[in-house]
């Protein structure tokens, strides 16, 4: 069969872009995929370990081989690399909030101890299926303190942030502090219009500067970090706000952040303006 030379064209051109837009895709999301579900694993000391990627995640082993705490549970294959360290005979897990990427092993561990935001049941429901509903819930604005072997963890409910509740995992002797997603290091935050609340979150983080002697940050995303980063983050709100004020160029700011990983079509420096301006309209027709 004889193929003109038009459709021969086309078809080269035709199959020529299809290669071009896969590989875009592929150089575009295959970052992401692997923020997601890569996982490192830092034995941080005898008891405790720190599992990078995905949502970042701890196991804390107490060392009477008594009780294992696990914060955040990942999702995918990254989940599974937090079975193995797990030692201790009962097991406690917090969630810091119940996105995906810091619930999905919830599953692997059925008979552990839940603690988590104080969630209406349909809410947890909705976001968690048909897992059991916390053994432990805490409110917005207060926190619990129990005892992993020799370390003193506290939990506080730091109210809306990044999501409708995020807590934070203080390891008090060890001065550590598990954000959550209260901290994105070194990738613009995610904001949620209707969820999220970057006013509550700036004070949010303050409050952590205020009242935690911290000395090691453990993310939400990203790798371990200081208290600078924390303040970092407090800025980086700010600067946002003063573009949105006018006092300072947008052009200018994106420059500043560009160091700043980017999670398409979710985070960045536009995206964060995008959500504040949103955020600053809403109040102002009195929707908060
Ligand atoms: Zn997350």
Same mark, same amino acid.
């Given at each position: 069969? &004889?193929?003109?030379? #038009?459709? &021969?064209?086309?078809?080269?051109?035709?199959?020529?872009?299809? %290669?071009?837009? %896969?590989?875009? +895709?592929?150089?575009?999301?295959?970052?992401?995929? &692997?923020?997601? =579900? !890569?996982? @490192?694993?830092? !034995?941080?000391?005898? @008891?405790?370990?720190?599992?990078?990627? +995905? +949502? =970042?995640?701890? %196991?804390? =082993?107490?060392?009477? +081989? @008594?009780?294992?705490?696990? %914060?955040?549970?990942?999702? #995918?294959?990254?989940?599974?690399k937090i079975l193995s360290r797990v030692t201790g005979k009962k097991v406690v897990l917090i969630n810091t909030h119940l996105h995906p990427d810091h619930t999905g092993g919830n599953k692997y561990f059925p008979d552990a101890e839940v603690i988590a935001g104080r969630f209406s049941p349909d809410e947890w429901e909705q976001e968690m299926g048909s897992l059991p509903y916390p053994d432990h819930t805490i409110n917005p604005g207060s926190e619990k303190v129990i005892p992993i072997g020799r370390e003193r963890v506290i939990i506080r409910n730091m109210g809306q942030a990044h999501s409708q509740q995020d807590c934070v995992v203080f390891l008090k002797n060890r001065r550590f502090l598990i954000t959550g997603d209260l901290l994105f290091e070194g990738i613009h935050p995610v904001l949620f219009n209707t969820i999220s609340s970057s006013i509550k979150w700036r004070a949010a983080l303050e409050t952590l500067m205020d009242e935690f002697p911290v000395e090691t940050v453990l993310p939400g995303h990203g790798p371990l970090a200081t208290p600078e980063s924390i303040r970092s983050m407090i800025r980086y709100f700010q600067d946002v706000e003063k573009v949105l004020a006018g006092t300072e160029i947008q052009k200018t700011m994106v420059l500043k952040y560009s160091h700043l990983r980017k999670i398409p079509f979710v985070s960045g420096f536009g995206r964060t303006l995008r959500f504040m301006r949103f955020e600053a309209a809403q109040r102002e027709a009195g929707r908060f």
């Open positions: 069969m &004889r193929v003109s030379k #038009g459709i &021969r064209n086309t078809l080269l051109i035709f199959s020529t872009s299809l %290669v071009i837009i %896969v590989i875009s +895709g592929l150089i575009v999301f295959y970052p992401v995929f &692997r923020m997601f =579900n !890569q996982s @490192e694993v830092i !034995q941080y000391d005898p @008891e405790l370990a720190i599992l990078i990627g +995905g +949502g =970042n995640s701890i %196991v804390l =082993n107490s060392s009477d +081989g @008594e009780t294992s705490l696990i %914060v955040d549970t990942k999702m #995918g294959p990254a989940s599974k």
